[in-house]
């Protein structure tokens, strides 16, 4: 195929594309710039702008005190039943508050001391890193009769099942997995997994921030006990918004949160001088939220249920099937190799591409001296350049541009005029 086949392609691609018009609801600042990082942040979308001047200007502004009741104290449980259909669970299932890293650890520790007597965590080496490193916390803390148990990877891109099956036991009180792996984008089959952690009395904690608004998650369906993730990533909160936390309804009564702060309470606004934990999910928060943060939320996940999870899902796999046939039509001559599974239904929304040049290719990606097109990807070390493919503003043309970039990248040398040292954030 010629390049202007595949253009063409790509054109139709993109008339034909039901999501297309979403793309409207997003602040695009220059049609020039290819964003392909909506993994590590997503797009601010145009009613966010206008959502946080009115907080800032009316509600902070004018109302003051007043807005707790009127718009902020029900929010963290409203924008909870906003994530539920996304991730396949239900009213009163999730609620929004504290980091990602946070929440891990009160779910991680809630479940460890329900389990008494079982002192394994299972997780796998592809895990990010917050998460593990949360774990050996937990169990500097717990003692040492615990162990961390990682499944191992042939290919540093996927975790073969039996690999991880044969880590759970009937020792094994937490199973703790990223559903997708930020390196790879490697996305694991829940209903195995789940079936056999629970045949092993163990549960499982999913951690869902590289899944959360791209790809369809079944936590229900697929009997998932706990979860987190955050909100800035495909759900377009914005940078540092609070992150989500799911807990199944009939657990929530078993677990405890190890940090027992007022918001947790059944009756903050009593004042009592003891601690009596809230109903249901509200018990897991634990503090102040960042309001403004918080409140920035809502715009990304009306976009995302107004265009269906599952319509988000098929167009991800449409845009990384494409990135991948061009890929190797194009680019497997030039020292790429492809550090994702190949299998759509192994892959979350983004693509890991190998190359021993990956830093500068991404520097020059960035910063083109020569080019009008800017594309911004990332870099994970060692030599991976992920590309994040949001479905509700990454578009088919955007795609096929992008690959010709990296081709003209590689033929042309460019990147040899980009220094090889890394930034403060890759
Ligand atoms: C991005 C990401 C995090 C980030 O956690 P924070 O507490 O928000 O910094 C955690 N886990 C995974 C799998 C991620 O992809």
Redesign the pocket.
Known sequence: MTTNQSKTIAEKLDKEDPLYHFRKRFYIDSESTIYLDGNSLGRLPLKTKALISDVVENQWGRELIESWNRHWYQKAIQLGDKIAPIIGATTGEVIVTD???LNLYKLAHAALKYQKGKTTIVSDVLN?P??LYILQGLIREFGAKYTLELAGSNDNISIETDEIKSKITENTALVVL?LVA?KSAFMYQLDEITEHAHKMGALVLL?L??AAGAVEIKLNQNNVDLAVG?TY?YLNGGPGSP?FLFVRHDLQEKLHSPIQGWFGDAQPFEFDLNYRPAPGIRKFLTGTPPVLNLMAIEPGLDIINEAGIKNIHKKSIQLSDFFLSLVESQLSQLGFELGSPTNPGKRGSHIALKHPEAYRICQALIQPKSSSIKVIPDFREPDNIRFGFTPLYTTFTEVWQTVQRMQEIVENSEFEEYSAKRSDVT
Request: one cysteine or more.
């Open positions: 980091s990602t890293s990010f917050t998460d990223s930020f951690d921030s590289h955050c990533k992150a």
